[in-house]
């Protein structure tokens, strides 16, 4: 039953088959088997089973409010959640619980969704790994896997136990892995540069970040305001494509939001690709992508060549300077946003007394971890009056020349483009921490970050296992708000490589329910 899609898993509940109540509890069982994941920084038990209790009722007197009702979600820990402590992985809001829900968090309770708890991230959503935060990074699941464990080097079992595991990747790090070890059914990231769909592809779900202001921002604490937005993780397309009806449409707590109302639709069954042209960008084979990966990219090419699309070579010119310059827009937005953690109205506050000034400096000292203030110093530098002209103005205009270069592109009549997601699979944790964050995340983001300078839809679909026995995912990037489009092509695609299951034995304990089918590698 953990395995099952949103709609399988709702058809069960309608039927009978189980209850919102025994379904809560079997994830909060199983979270409780994988604590060592470290997916989750709260776990809101006593409030998730009377969530689910509220469902049964509702089951019981024929009234589900929706496909989403009774389902175990959870929510990246960036999210404000009334009642339950939002943290962004920080000391600077430790015991922060606060009074309102963010948007997409009342739409997904307003639908009955059940809401687990608030999974781990990097600090204040600032790194490529899901390493840098207070409370301790988290392992990826197919760290255990079998498909992992039979292709890894034999070690002794406490070696292979402490410095085998791999990453996540970053920042939704904790999302990604409650999904992919089914504790959960669908959850919430947030993406600025990747931050779904990286850790998505290293953990081998499905990470859809939508066109910007096609979901409401408000209530996410924000990093890059004019770049954030929510992402969805989930084990298949057809259940993103679920999610993103639930959230997506107009909000008036946020102006950035889209005006029209949004019609939540069903992903039709794509039998027919030969209307669709599928551009290959030229520049996305960047210094660093391994062989595998190109290899990957290449069959996948091949396979819309041969399903009957045209597939097309195109440039997008200025996406080389695009890491440089989404570097000083991030940190310049950064330092506006953090100035507002000074230990005055909420959050941590230092014991140093001395003088407002100096409690101020103490408390963002104590509260910040090194990243955080390295990237309010970068950013404050930026704005300068004698800097602001010279790089925040000049990144600007860089920003404007990347998304031109995308809608030059998709004018030309390309519908959609096909990119590696990640420049290789996931890193061991003891390889990954050897170089700093701003390196790490320059090389995590490289491809990932230009859609969200030009605002697009873009999803993450695993598509094979590496050597390694690790997921390696795709990225399809499509046209503003043709999100259903873009989900059609993904759903088509992730149909034909058929991407296994993983395997653990955690999840077999647990899951003594229907639907346990298992996929079948064919696209390696």
């Given at each position: 039953?953990?395995?099952?899609?949103?709609?399988?898993?709702?058809?069960?509940?309608?039927?009978?088959?189980?209850?919102?109540?025994?379904?809560?509890?079997?994830?909060?069982?199983?979270?409780?088997?994988?604590?060592?994941?470290?997916?989750?920084?709260?776990?809101?038990?006593?409030?998730?089973?009377?969530?689910?209790?509220?469902?049964?009722?509702?089951?019981?007197?024929?009234?589900?409010?929706?496909?989403?009702?009774?389902?175990?979600?959870?929510?990246?820990?960036?999210?404000?959640?009334?009642?339950?402590?939002?943290?962004?992985?920080?000391?600077?809001?430790?015991?922060?619980?606060?009074?309102?829900?963010?948007?997409?968090?009342?739409?997904?309770?307003?639908?009955?969704?059940?809401?687990?708890?608030?999974?781990?991230?990097?600090?204040?959503?600032?790194?490529?790994?899901?390493?840098?935060?207070?409370?301790?990074?988290?392992?990826?699941?197919?760290?255990?896997?079998?498909?992992?464990?039979?292709?890894?080097?034999?070690?002794?079992?406490?070696?292979?136990?402490?410095?085998?595991?791999?990453?996540?990747?970053?920042?939704?790090?904790?999302?990604?892995a409650a999904v992919s070890s089914f504790t959960c059914f669908a959850a919430l990231g947030s993406d600025t540069g990747g931050s779904t769909r990286n850790p998505a592809a290293h953990c081998?779900?499905?990470?859809?970040?939508?066109?910007?202001?096609?979901?409401?921002?408000?209530?996410?604490?924000?990093?890059?305001?004019?770049?954030?937005?929510?992402?969805?993780?989930?084990?298949?397309?057809?259940?993103?494509?679920?999610?993103?009806?639930?959230?997506?449409?107009?909000?008036?707590?946020?102006?950035?939001?889209?005006?029209?109302?949004?019609?939540?639709?069903?992903?039709?069954?794509?039998?027919?690709?030969?209307?669709?042209?599928?551009?290959?960008?030229?520049?996305?084979?960047?210094?660093?992508?391994?062989?595998?990966?190109?290899?990957?990219?290449?069959?996948?090419?091949?396979?819309?060549?041969?399903?009957?699309?045209?597939?097309?070579?195109?440039?997008?010119?200025?996406?080389?300077?695009?890491?440089?310059?989404?570097?000083?827009?991030?940190?310049?937005?950064?330092?506006?946003?953090?100035?507002?953690?000074?230990?005055?109205?909420?959050?941590?506050?230092?014991?140093?007394?001395?003088?407002?000034?100096?409690?101020?400096?103490?408390?963002?000292?104590?509260?910040?971890?090194?990243?955080?203030?390295?990237?309010?110093?970068?950013?404050?530098?930026?704005?300068?009056?004698?800097?602001?002209?010279?790089?925040?103005?000049?990144?600007?205009?860089?920003?404007?020349?990347?998304?031109?270069?995308?809608?030059?592109?998709?004018?030309?009549?390309?519908?959609?483009?096909?990119?590696?997601?990640?420049?290789?699979?996931?890193?061991?944790?003891?390889?990954?921490?050897?170089?700093?964050?701003?390196?790490?995340?320059?090389?995590?983001?490289?491809?990932?970050?230009?859609?969200?300078?030009?605002?697009?839809?873009?999803?993450?679909?695993?598509?094979?296992?590496?050597?390694?026995?690790?997921?390696?995912?795709?990225?399809?990037?499509?046209?503003?708000?043709?999100?259903?489009?873009?989900?059609?092509?993904?759903?088509?695609?992730?149909?034909?490589?058929?991407?296994?299951?993983?395997?653990?034995?955690?999840?077999?304990?647990?899951?003594?329910?229907?639907?346990?089918?298992?996929?079948?590698?064919?696209?390696?």
């Open positions: 039953m953990l395995r099952a899609s949103l709609r399988q898993v709702s058809a069960a509940l309608k039927e009978g088959q189980v209850t919102p109540t025994e379904l809560c509890q079997r994830c909060l069982a199983l979270i409780k088997s994988t604590k060592f994941l470290n997916a989750y920084i709260t776990v809101a038990e006593e409030t998730a089973l009377k969530q689910a209790e509220e469902s049964e009722e509702r089951y019981k007197r024929g009234q589900p409010l929706g496909i989403l009702d009774g389902i175990p979600i959870a929510v990246k820990d960036n999210f404000n959640t009334a009642g339950i402590e939002t943290t962004c992985a920080s000391n600077m809001l430790k015991g922060y619980i606060s009074p309102y829900n963010a948007t997409v968090v009342q739409k997904l309770l307003d639908q009955g969704a059940v809401l687990l708890g608030k999974t781990n991230l990097d600090e204040f959503a600032m790194g490529s790994g899901s390493t840098d935060g207070v409370f301790g990074p988290v392992r990826n699941p197919w760290s255990y896997s079998k498909q992992y464990k039979e292709k890894s080097v034999p070690k002794s079992h406490s070696e292979d136990e402490e410095s085998g595991w791999v990453i996540t990747g970053g920042s939704s790090g904790g999302s990604a081998g779900v499905v990470g859809l970040k939508p066109t910007y202001g096609l979901i409401s921002r408000h209530g996410l604490i924000p990093l890059v305001n004019s770049m954030d937005v929510p992402g969805i993780l989930t084990r298949c397309v057809d259940d993103a494509a679920v999610l993103l009806g639930s959230l997506a449409g107009h909000d008036p707590k946020d102006s950035t939001t889209i005006q029209d109302d949004f019609r939540p639709f069903e992903l039709p069954n794509l039998t027919d690709v030969s209307k669709l042209s599928i551009g290959i960008p030229k520049e996305y084979h960047a210094p660093g992508l391994s062989s595998e990966i190109l290899g990957l990219w290449s069959k996948a090419a091949d396979l819309f060549k041969n399903a009957g699309a045209k597939v097309v070579e195109v440039s997008l010119p200025h996406t080389r300077y695009s890491i440089v310059c989404y570097h000083v827009l991030c940190t310049a937005e950064v330092a506006s946003n953090m100035a507002r953690f000074d230990g005055l109205e909420y959050g941590h506050r230092s014991d140093k007394k001395d003088s407002t000034e100096s409690m101020y400096a103490a408390t963002r000292r104590e509260g910040f971890n090194d990243v955080v203030r390295g990237r309010i110093l970068s950013g404050n530098y930026f704005l300068l009056k004698q800097n602001y002209e010279k790089y925040f103005v000049k990144a600007q205009k860089v920003r404007r020349l990347i998304a031109n270069d995308f809608a030059k592109v998709f004018r030309s009549g390309v519908d959609i483009l096909l990119t590696p997601t990640t420049l290789s699979d996931a890193a061991p944790y003891t390889e990954f921490i050897q170089e700093d964050n701003r390196t790490r995340s320059a090389q995590d983001d490289v491809l990932t970050q230009a859609a969200n300078m030009a605002g697009l839809p873009a999803i993450n679909v695993p598509t094979a296992l590496s050597e390694r026995g690790l997921p390696v995912g795709l990225q399809f990037i499509g046209r503003s708000f043709q999100e259903k489009q873009l989900l059609t092509v993904a759903k088509w695609f992730e149909k034909q490589v058929q991407f296994p299951m993983i395997q653990l034995e955690e999840v077999k304990r647990h899951d003594n329910g229907v639907f346990q089918h298992q996929k079948s590698a064919s696209f390696s």
